[in-house]
């Protein structure tokens, strides 16, 4: 069978021991669209992705992935994704190169040398393409990772925190490289702690808390549920930042002040002092 979503979950728990992680996940991930999943360390992200990536097996609930059930249909779920982890799955005793040839070979493909040699000049690694991918930066083994896991063409892709650690610009070039493969697209569930990040790639954002997802929406959508603070010179929108922490604490709101004291100087001024 076949649904117009990529990834769907409802109901999914899953408890390690008696501790519960997930207490109900309910989301939907649109063929084609990034997915952003915002939540605190520990608040159960690598769980999930784990589950709808089969490595782990839920506990209760329900999960398919591009139409195949996670549990009952693990081969074909696995057929049609690929799983950045959180910490790069390179083998640093390999060159760049090696790494890639070594997945196409893995995956049965043809000209295994050709599609590596793709994909490093796609992730501008063709000058490193020769040496030990542990001498690679942290921004290089993190695209390097993310190359491999494009080898074969799966149509969802999982990144879980694909930039931690990475410095502004390394992060900027994997930014680059989801919204280059969310325009061909390809399905992407990212999970992150950068709030930036949600805002700058996912279609939609969802609020992990507590075992389930609180919050789900555009990040339009997500801002008119927190309306803007309003002070009496100064109009603030509140930043996904804002939203994210209010949500989390439980109402313990912390709108950002505004930048300067009200004083004589007119809103349109001052507004436009602060972009
Ligand atoms: N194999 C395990 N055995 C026991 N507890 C686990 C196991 N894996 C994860 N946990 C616990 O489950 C909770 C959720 O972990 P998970 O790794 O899914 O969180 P996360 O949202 O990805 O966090 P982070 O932002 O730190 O990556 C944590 O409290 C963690 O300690
Ligand atoms: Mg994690």
């Known amino acids: 069978m076949t649904t117009r979503h990529a990834i769907e979950t409802s109901g999914l728990t899953k408890s390690y021991g008696d501790h519960e992680v997930l207490r109900g996940v309910d989301l939907t991930v649109p063929a084609g669209t990034v997915y952003a999943l915002l939540g605190s360390n520990g608040a159960g992200k690598t769980t999930a992705v784990r589950i709808l990536s089969t490595l782990l097996k839920a506990d209760g609930g329900a999960a398919t992935v591009n139409g195949h059930d996670v549990a009952s249909q693990a081969d074909e779920v696995r057929e049609s994704i690929s799983l950045t982890g959180q910490f790069a799955a390179v083998d640093e005793v390999l060159t760049g190169r ?49 190359a491999m896991s494009l080898i074969g063409h799966p149509p969802v892709l999982f990144l879980d925190e694909p930039t931690t650690g990475l410095d502004p610009q390394s992060r900027n070039e994997v930014w680059r490289t989801v919204r280059q493969l969310a325009g061909q697209g390809t399905t992407v569930l990212l999970t992150t702690q950068y709030l930036e990040e949600a805002e700058q790639l996912a279609d939609r954002i969802g609020i992990l808390h507590e075992g389930r997802i609180i919050v789900e929406g555009t990040l339009a959508e997500l801002k008119q549920i927190f309306p803007p603070a309003t002070v009496e010179y100064v109009e603030k929108q509140p930043s996904l930042e804002d939203i994210f922490l209010a949500i989390v604490h439980d109402g313990a709101t912390t709108q950002a002040a505004p930048t300067e004291p009200a004083t004589t100087d007119s809103a349109a001024t001052t507004e436009g002092a602060q972009r």
């Open 98 to 146: 090696e790494n890639l040839v070594l997945v196409a070979e893995l995956r049965h493909l043809k000209e295994p040398g050709r599609i590596a040699d793709e994909l490093l000049a796609q992730f501008a690694l063709t000058e490193a393409a020769g040496q030990r991918a542990a001498t690679y930066s942290g921004g290089m083994r993190r695209r390097l990772d993310i």
